[in-house]
């Protein structure tokens, strides 16, 4: 029994264990999740098979549409037969069958038009659903990126916890031995609890932006996740090409001018929709019809006999044809009011072009000049922690032989950790500012 007991214990220990395993995530994996999970892609994905509805739909107008008909009463008193025209006092049943269609040969070019401005916003769609992917493209960038920096920063404070913690075993040693004051033995151990909080600030600091990743993703939050750190090569001076040059690469590459461009087109084509409305309509019309009556009878009024209701609807079959031509005389201003707004529909477009083309350009400038901003602060923050990583090792010797008092040497200390922080800080800045214009050149963003 008791064997037992210890096998359900080590049994449940290794499930337990399997489930608790932790889940590494690359960044194509989480930019996957997010671009498949994302609302607004999906959004975007489904307005777009509207989109893909009405093209199908204006499309089919190029074809004759056909409609059938069928009616039935009863008939008492005295009613025309309709099958002969004649009145008759019995009562009856009828019934009236047909089919019939209606083509327009022209109406303006309006369905040509049509067509094409349905085919114009299912393309414009498509930039849309690409503009929202980028988006999520970039949220997860930073996000995977803020995740890499705070697992950095924890990992330089764990480094000063530990070097802090040694340096505690050292001070005790010459307290014991009367080489240092008991005050340095405090001040260090001050100096540990310190660095024993930056530790957990900074654990939940990385916790929180794993939180925020999953977020992201739309994703559960579970304490199994985590992310694959990638081999990150340090940064190297990005500017290749001036702001302009990368602006006029973003005109032909970004969704959100190619839809704005795609958008105008959609305007100007309603404008040839509305203005279609003047011109005169012609169609043509056909339609099949028989009818039956049980009143009617072959045969004579001496002799009647019955007309069986197969042969009668046979007999009754009629065709006729038709065509129809409508002009536009007057239209209390509908047709007129409908240009004239349809006019100013695209000047509106035209602007909105345009101002997202401003925006880019704006954007693009900013990160180009964040980006060399970035670039500088990163090589000012290398040289600076070098020559602060100097002083710190001199003073440590100097520490553990007793010349330093712990209040000089913690000065030195606090200051290399903190070069460091800056260091890590405005090296990750430096990464992102890079993606970020990496993005508007159209290269893909990977780690």
């Known amino acids: 029994m008791k064997r037992n007991s210890w096998l359900i214990i080590i049994l449940l220990s290794i499930t337990g264990y399997s ?243 795609v958008r105008t087109a959609v305007s100007e084509t309603s404008m040839k929709i509305a203005e279609g409305a003047r011109w005169p309509r012609l169609s043509l019309g056909a339609n099949t019809n028989t009818n039956y009556a049980s009143s009617r009878k072959k045969g004579t009024s001496v002799n009647p006999e019955g007309y069986p209701f197969y042969q009668q609807v046979w007999d009754n079959i009629g065709q006729s044809f038709s065509m129809g031509l409508s002009i536009p005389i007057y239209s209390n201003r509908q047709i007129k009011s409908g240009i004239e707004m349809s006019k100013v529909n695209v000047e509106i477009a035209k602007l909105n072009e345009q101002n997202t083309k401003n925006v880019v350009r704006k954007s693009i400038e900013q990160s180009y000049s964040d980006l060399r901003a970035a670039m500088k602060k990163y090589e000012a923050t290398k040289q600076q922690l070098a020559a602060v990583e100097s002083v710190y090792k001199n003073a440590e010797k100097k520490f553990t032989v007793g010349v330093m008092s712990a209040t000089d040497f913690l000065i030195q200390k606090n200051n290399f950790t903190q070069s460091q922080s800056g260091l890590i800080q405005s090296k990750y800045d430096f990464i992102f500012k890079t993606k970020i214009l990496d993005f508007y050149q159209g290269k893909t963003i990977k780690f």
Do not use: H
């Open 19 to 261: 489930n608790a395993q932790t889940k590494f995530w690359t960044f194509q994996q989480c930019l996957d999740t997010a671009i498949q999970r994302n609302i607004s892609v999906n959004q975007s994905r489904m307005t777009n098979e509207l989109n893909k509805i009405s093209l199908e739909e204006n499309k089919a107008g190029r074809y004759p549409s056909v409609s059938a008909s069928a009616n039935g009463g009863l008939s008492i008193g005295k009613n025309v037969n309709p099958t002969t025209n004649t009145y008759v006092t019995e009562s009856y049943y009828s019934s009236n069958f047909g089919v019939s269609g209606s083509y327009n040969l022209f109406n303006g070019l309006q369905t040509s038009n049509s067509i094409r401005q349905s085919r114009l916003s299912v393309q414009a769609g498509q930039y849309d659903i690409e503009k929202a992917k980028n988006d999520v493209m970039l949220n997860i960038t930073t996000g995977y990126l803020q995740v890499l920096f705070a697992r950095e920063i924890l990992a330089a404070a764990k480094s000063q916890e530990d070097a802090t913690a040694a340096q505690v075993d050292r001070t005790e040693k010459m307290v014991n031995a009367g080489k240092s004051p008991e005050s340095d033995l405090l001040q260090i151990k001050s100096q540990l609890a310190t660095d024993n909080l930056s530790v957990i600030t900074d654990q939940n600091n990385l916790d929180l932006a794993k939180v925020t990743l999953m977020q992201l993703m739309d994703i559960p939050i579970t304490d199994n996740f985590d992310i694959v750190v990638p081999v990150m090569d340090d940064p190297v001076n990005a500017l290749m090409q001036t702001n302009e040059d990368i602006y006029q690469k973003s005109l032909t590459l970004l969704p959100q001018i190619m839809g704005a461009s």
